[in-house]
């Protein structure tokens, strides 16, 4: 079992920066290195898009209009990842999730309840 917090979301002005976090929390065992996490998103009325993911080695990739704008990282010691987001934009709106994909076959995905970002003109 695992359980995702996110933090960090808020309304801030076109060109400004936020940064999010997620904390994760594994029971039964769970092993954090056992899991991509990442960052998806999803705007009012629009589905949700996969934004960045992060291996457990570090490897990132970027969805095509957040690449140079936005940066994950994880941090292995304390079991965070975080989504460093600069140059916001409005179409950057959206409730941001975090998301724990199990590279172990057979084991279900997460996801944490969501934070949202308002990016105003």
């Known amino acids: 079992q695992v359980q995702l917090a996110e933090s960090g979301g808020g309304l801030v002005q076109a060109g400004g920066s936020l940064r999010l976090s997620c904390k994760f929390d594994?029971?039964?065992?769970?092993?954090?290195?056992?899991?991509?996490m990442g960052w998806y998103r999803q705007a009012p009325g629009k589905q949700r898009e996969l934004v960045t993911t992060i291996t457990p080695g570090a490897s990132t990739s970027y969805e095509d209009s957040v690449k140079g704008r936005f940066t994950i990282s994880r941090d292995q010691v304390n079991h965070m990842v975080y989504l460093q987001m600069n140059s916001l934009k409005p179409e950057d709106t959206a409730v941001y999730y975090c998301?724990?994909?199990?590279?172990?076959?057979?084991?279900?995905?997460?996801w944490g309840q969501g934070t949202q970002v308002i990016v105003s003109l």
């Open positions: 594994g029971f039964d065992g769970v092993i954090f290195s056992w899991y991509v």
């Open positions: 998301y724990a994909k199990d590279l172990r076959d057979y084991q279900p995905d997460y």
